[in-house]
């Protein structure tokens, strides 16, 4: 036997005493459920007791080829039995049973994602003696059926639907609605059904140990049923649902899950007892407000099912049984903030009045909500304002800059349900998540419309841009996938009746009826539904955002310090420009000029490279000349002494000329249509040219600096550009621009050496002309391996560096960033083969190029600034590692991230103060 601890004892035995193996600190071995059910017990909390069995015994037993570990089987055994002990009862035991739920726990939240199985331990013999003991044959015949129900979908994979539909046969035949009110004597019936329906679709060569007298049979020994359940938890780490959601939320795959076996609480008990899901804060709003459900006498997946419909938690202290518990629940809230300094969400059972706590974990929430939590409980002196800016998500900001309904359009509601998530989507209903996916592939956004939704529509509404339910709470299965996915949702639509089959919705008291294609509206912050397409607007940055933003602007710049982590945007037009500067930016760190070509320019740039004719080229540069600076006044005037890093211009020519197939389409037609030979003759000129300029590998070729040295007229019009503009603005408006030149795609100290001669002599040429100081840097862009490697060599005529992450990770791959991501990457991934998408968050081999070069050029020039303007500049892991691991000064990224990096330079500053910086990737 190895000296590895497998299990873990926890909870209160039947005496009341507590055990306590493990804590909160031990999720990676417990999984977050087993470790806070551990911590629970710690604070004095009533759990029914139990153990649990660790995540690595799960990845042995998965990588071995679901073998179990040496010694591991024997080990559960003697926690089983000490677990009978510790309850003085038995499993399986004819007189006085003992019964216990099975339930999975990651170290990470994955909710709905694995299986559990409850009331394990119930036989044909033990339900007898629960009767005895109980004198209650409703519940134990409910439990039963129940049992059987979960074990054979969740460990045997029998169609959960044929029991459903058993159910809904017996319901109906006893005339009654609800399964609560069948009878003793009909449930005892469908324990016998169920057990056929078992028998009937559990192969015996499958599983040889269900064979009694030649026959497959439910098992009768649960000591069979507790292996057989928790091997079917270990397996269900790597079922389908699973592995999509640890890749949508970036949970590795060698984790595993631990599994708890406790002693079962009943909230079935009748009208004393009760279960329920709650928060201690509303995770929708952050509102301090209890919020959640529960349901009398029903066991826990009634209330996440959506079957019933729940009583809001608020009302559990107006039943009188169920009054004591009630304010032990609110006793307990106040406990597990106090303790976790966070708001929590919490799962139990009322069993007979006494309250017992299934589960807790910080909860998920809403971007919303998640910033009034943190703000408010700072106020409270719950947490300190570091704390707050650390807990966000970054990422979950961007659920506040998603759509909402704009207010100025006329919005008839079409049927309300649930607010469970906020943001609204416009799309084509669709009824299914294979119909989910397909409309996505094919770039037609819809809206899931489901019943209600379950685990395995996962893919459909990851696919969706919303997801809509007629029935399920807040706290149901879409509600709480959709908050975390940030997607907008609105639940509990009970007006809308769905037919998926025929594919078609009524919506009761109108005369509509939706059909799949049909456009709709959902916004998921009031819970409403619209027929057609609503316009949605953004939300603008204020309140809580804003105080947490400021907060974070308070730590990455922090007065005094030798590294403030500064935050740029890339734009380049004024109106760009202006949405950054509410978003916070601090300057512009890229100017795409190549943008500044497009639209009715592009006829110009055309003609200045076609044109042989030098009075041409000269008219098209002065034409150029006057629109580029006019842009740059614009650009400067909105940034008024502020930096704006302006790049010289960068793609291959071709990207502006047509497309040469296309061109011969056209020359084939008018050579057909029998057109002027002056005409053909000029066409077919062109059509050579075009070709002529064609490349192999354009990515590689004339673009970047080496432009400046074939078209020297190009670059230097827009060095004249931004220095006229810049003149002008100082000579005629007193304001103070801050253009900084930038020469893309360097690879020689060289070419730097040669260009800034020139662009110098051009600012030096516009400051004479206009009689003004012009201090206008010139730097480089580092996009080359070779550029990071000589940087010692090319910061000696460099003002600044700024690093172009796009192109240093194709060109440090070798991966070209135009196909990589669509033809390999995704298999690349897949395999393992990498990761995360080198595009996406920075490689450790692009991060290592960008580290050294800060450093070589810090060698060279002890205050050169270094910044990053690829779209790493925007996501949150590459800020942490560019800043803390690379040491660059500031990130650029798009408008609507910048908010996102804002508060992401704060928590790498943060990081970096508490020493715990490394990138293990
Ligand atoms: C880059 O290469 O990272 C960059 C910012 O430039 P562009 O994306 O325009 O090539
Ligand atoms: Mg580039």
Same mark, same amino acid.
């Given at each position: 036997m190895s000296d590895t601890k497998r299990v873990y004892r926890f909870g209160s035995d039947a005496g009341g005493a507590d055990i306590t193996e493990g804590a909160s600190s031990m999720n990676y071995t417990l999984g977050g459920k087993g470790a806070n059910l551990a911590e629970m017990c710690r604070i004095g909390l009533p759990v029914p007791g139990g153990y649990t069995i660790t995540c690595q015994t799960c990845m042995e037993y998965s990588s071995a080829g679901n073998v179990w570990p040496e010694g591991a089987l024997a080990e559960i055994e003697e926690a089983t039995r000490d677990l009978e002990a510790r309850m003085g009862k038995r499993l399986g035991d004819p007189q006085d049973p003992l019964l216990v739920s099975v339930r999975s726990g990651a170290p990470f939240s994955m909710p709905g994602m694995m299986d559990t199985v409850l009331n394990l331990g119930l036989t044909d013999a033990s339900a007898e003696g629960l009767i005895a003991q109980t004198g209650a044959p409703h519940f134990v015949w409910d439990s039963y059926r129940r049992f059987i129900q979960m074990f054979s979908d969740v460990v045997m994979g029998v169609d959960g639907d044929l029991f459903e539909n058993a159910l809904t046969e017996k319901r109906l035949v006893a005339g009654v609605k609800t399964d609560a009110e069948l009878s003793a004597d009909e449930l005892h019936e469908l324990v016998g059904e169920f057990k056929r329906i078992f028998c009937e679709h559990v192969s015996g060569e499958e599983h040889p140990e269900l064979i009694q007298n030649g026959a497959v049979a439910f098992p009768q020994d649960p000591s069979i049923q507790l292996k057989l359940a928790i091997e079917a938890v270990f397996g269900s780490w790597m079922n389908e649902r699973a592995c999509i959601y640890r890749k949508a939320n970036g949970i590795p795959d060698d984790l595993g899950t631990a599994v708890n076996v406790q002693a079962m609480a009943y909230g079935n008990k009748g009208e004393t007892s009760a279960t329920g899901v709650a928060f201690t804060r509303n995770p929708a709003n952050g509102a301090r407000e209890r919020y959640g459900d529960f349901l009398v006498n029903a066991q826990g997946e009634d209330v996440v099912a959506g079957i019933r419909n729940t009583v809001p938690i608020q009302k559990l202290a107006e039943y009188p049984a169920l009054k004591q518990a009630a304010d032990d629940l609110e006793r307990i809230f106040q406990i597990l903030e106090n303790h976790f300094h966070d708001m929590c969400d919490i799962e139990f059972t009322i069993e007979q009045g006494k309250l017992w706590m299934l589960q807790t974990r910080v909860g998920k929430r809403t971007a919303t909500a998640a910033?009034?939590?943190?703000?408010?409980?700072?106020?409270?002196?719950?947490?300190?304002?570091?704390?707050?800016?650390?807990?966000?998500?970054?990422?979950?900001?961007?659920?506040?800059?998603?759509?909402?309904?704009?207010?100025?359009?006329?919005?008839? /509601? %079409?049927?309300? *349900?649930?607010?469970? #998530?906020?943001?609204?989507?416009? +799309?084509? &209903? $669709?009824?299914?998540?294979?119909?989910?996916?397909?409309?996505?592939?094919?770039?037609?956004?819809?809206?899931?419309?489901?019943?209600?939704?379950?685990?395995?529509?996962?893919?459909?509404?990851?696919?969706?841009?919303?997801?809509?339910?007629?029935?399920?709470?807040?706290?149901?299965?879409?509600?709480?996938?959709?908050?975390?996915?940030?997607?907008?949702?609105?639940?509990?639509?009970?007006?809308?009746?769905?037919?998926?089959?025929?594919?078609?919705?009524?919506?009761?008291?109108?005369?509509? /009826? %939706?059909?799949? *294609?049909?456009?709709? #509206?959902?916004?998921?912050?009031? +819970?409403? &539904? $619209?027929?057609?397409?609503?316009?949605?607007?953004?939300?603008?940055?204020?309140?809580?955002?804003?105080?947490?933003?400021?907060?974070?602007?308070?730590?990455?710049?922090?007065?005094?310090?030798?590294?403030?982590?500064?935050?740029?945007?890339?734009?380049?037009?004024?109106?760009?420009?202006?949405?950054?500067?509410?978003?916070?930016?601090?300057?512009?760190?890229?100017?795409?000029?190549?943008?500044?070509?497009?639209?009715?320019?592009?006829q110009l740039i055309q003609d200045f490279i076609l044109s042989d004719d030098t009075r041409v080229r000269e008219d098209v540069l002065a034409r150029l000349l006057a629109v580029q600076t006019e842009d740059f006044l614009k650009m400067f005037r909105v940034m008024d002494n502020r930096e704006v890093v302006v790049r010289l211009i960068d793609p291959p020519l071709h990207e502006f000329l047509d497309a040469p197939r296309e061109l011969e389409v056209y020359l084939t037609k008018r050579e057909a249509a029998g057109a002027p030979e002056e005409e053909l003759a000029g066409l077919r000129a062109r059509l050579r040219r075009i070709d002529g300029m064609a490349e192999m590998n354009p990515m590689l070729g004339l673009r970047g600096v080496r432009l400046s040295f074939v078209f020297p007229e190009l670059p230097l019009m827009q060095v004249r550009a931004v220095a006229s503009a810049a003149a002008a603005l100082i000579r005629d408006e007193g304001l103070v621009p801050k253009p900084e030149v930038m020469v893309p795609l360097v690879a020689l100290a060289s070419e730097q050496v040669q260009m800034r001669a020139v662009c110098e002599q051009v600012i030096d040429e516009v400051a004479g002309e206009y009689g003004v100081a012009l201090d206008i840097p010139v730097g480089t862009m580092l996009e080359l391996p070779r550029a990071c490697i000589t940087a010692d060599e090319i910061a000696q005529d460099a003002d600044f560096f700024c690093f172009g992450t796009n192109d240093l990770t194709q060109t440090t791959f070798g991966f070209s960033r135009d196909d990589a991501e669509s033809k390999f990457i995704p298999i690349y991934l897949h395999k393992k083969l990498l990761d995360v998408n080198p595009f996406e968050t920075i490689d450790k081999g692009v991060l290592e190029l960008v580290r050294m070069a800060v450093e070589k050029g810090r060698s060279v020039k002890a205050d050169m600034h270094n910044g990053v303007c690829g779209e790493h500049g925007g996501d949150p892991a590459s800020i942490k590692a560019l800043f803390n691991v690379a040491g660059v000064d500031y990130v650029s990224c798009s408008p609507y991230r910048v908010p996102i990096a804002r508060l992401a330079a704060a928590q790498a500053k943060l990081e970096a103060e508490a020493g715990a910086v490394h990138l293990d990737r």
């Open positions: 910033l009034r939590i943190a703000i408010e409980m700072v106020e409270e002196g719950l947490i300190d304002k570091e704390t707050a800016v650390r807990r966000i998500d970054p990422a979950q900001l961007d659920q506040l800059l998603h759509p909402q309904f704009d207010t100025s359009a006329k919005v008839e /509601v %079409l049927a309300r *349900g649930l607010n469970a #998530s906020p943001g609204a989507a416009v +799309g084509e &209903v $669709v009824f299914s998540s294979d119909d989910a996916v397909a409309a996505a592939a094919e770039g037609r956004p819809c809206i899931l419309v489901r019943w209600e939704t379950n685990p395995d529509d996962l893919k459909g509404m990851v696919a969706a841009e919303g997801i809509l339910t007629s029935h399920g709470g807040k706290t149901s299965h879409a509600a709480v996938i959709a908050r975390g996915m940030g997607a907008p949702c609105v639940c509990g639509v009970e007006a809308i009746h769905i037919d998926a089959a025929a594919k078609e919705a009524r919506v009761a008291g109108t005369d509509v /009826v %939706l059909h799949e *294609g049909d456009i709709i #509206s959902i916004d998921g912050t009031q +819970g409403i &539904v $619209v027929l057609g397409a609503v316009p949605l607007v953004s939300v603008e940055l204020t309140g809580d955002l804003e105080t947490i933003l400021t907060w974070a602007d308070e730590i990455r710049l922090e007065a005094g310090s030798t590294h403030p982590y500064h935050v740029r945007v890339n734009a380049d037009n004024p109106e760009d420009a202006e949405l950054a500067l509410g978003f916070g930016a601090e300057a512009i760190g890229l100017c795409r000029t190549e943008h500044m070509f497009l639209g009715d320019r592009k």
